[in-house]
């Protein structure tokens, strides 16, 4: 069974861009969560997509948004980059979102 | 604020030692999971143990839940260079179908 994939892997952007992560989970998965990893606030969930709608959401600002398609597919969208957005984002996809989740290995964003 | 906190931040062993990480909680969950993460990588799965399961063995692994107290305790034993590694408690709030991680526990194996 293939894992959950990410792309791009590496990304670097300027302050004021847009970037859009995208993220594959596993065939059959429906359960789609989103994380940031920083050295300073450690793993943070982003939001939580099941079945195309966003069934859970964290503290962070609307700059970030996603989407997930009928496919179990996941998108999400960062926009107005700030320098403290450089970030490790992390997509895992679950059964159920509270199951046990298979990571993907992540996009490294950098803003400068 | 994170549901988990992982107890010591960092661990330095040597090979063939046993490695202890705790987690302590603070809401009521469905479940509790382990994960493993490789410098910058993503995570990989380890363990689960139920709210109702007090313990549960994974090869090397060894996982304690107590409710009453809000904690968990991972222990590998034996431990080898290819654990070295940052491990994460999640927990699963009760009503809730999202996994809250603490901020890890960076285990170094030394040769």
């Known amino acids: 069974k293939a894992g959950v994939t990410q792309t791009p892997r590496y990304l670097i952007k300027t302050r004021g861009q847009q970037v859009t992560l995208s993220c594959s989970p596993i065939?059959?998965?429906?359960?789609v969560s989103w994380y940031q990893q920083t050295p300073g606030q450690g793993l943070q969930f982003l939001f939580e997509?099941?079945?195309?709608?966003?069934?859970n959401k964290g503290n962070f600002p609307g700059r970030f948004s996603g989407r997930q398609f009928s496919n179990s597919r996941s998108e999400m969208n960062v926009s107005t980059l700030e320098l403290g957005d450089s970030a490790l984002y992390l997509c895992?996809?679950?059964?159920?979102?509270?199951?046990?989740?298979?990571f993907g290995p992540g996009t490294r964003l950098t803003v400068t | 604020s994170q549901q988990g906190e992982e107890d010591p931040q960092a661990l330095s062993i040597q090979e063939g030692e046993n490695a202890t990480m705790n987690c302590s909680y603070k809401?009521?969950?469905?479940?509790l999971q382990w994960y493993r993460q490789n410098s910058g990588r993503g995570l990989v799965h380890l363990i689960l143990?139920?709210?109702?399961?007090r313990e549960k063995h994974s090869g090397r692994l060894r996982v304690t839940l107590d409710t009453s107290k809000k904690s968990s305790s991972l222990l590998i034993t034996a431990s080898r260079a290819a654990d070295t590694a940052s491990y994460f408690c999640a927990t699963a709030p009760s009503g809730y179908s999202t996994l809250t991680f603490g901020k890890g526990t960076m285990l170094l194996v030394s040769p």
């Open positions: 065939s059959g998965h429906r359960s």
């Open positions: 997509y099941f079945s195309e709608t966003q069934r």
């Open positions: 143990i139920r709210s109702n399961e």
């Open positions: 809401t009521s969950i469905n479940n």
């Open positions: 895992a996809s679950s059964l159920t979102g509270a199951s046990e989740q298979y």
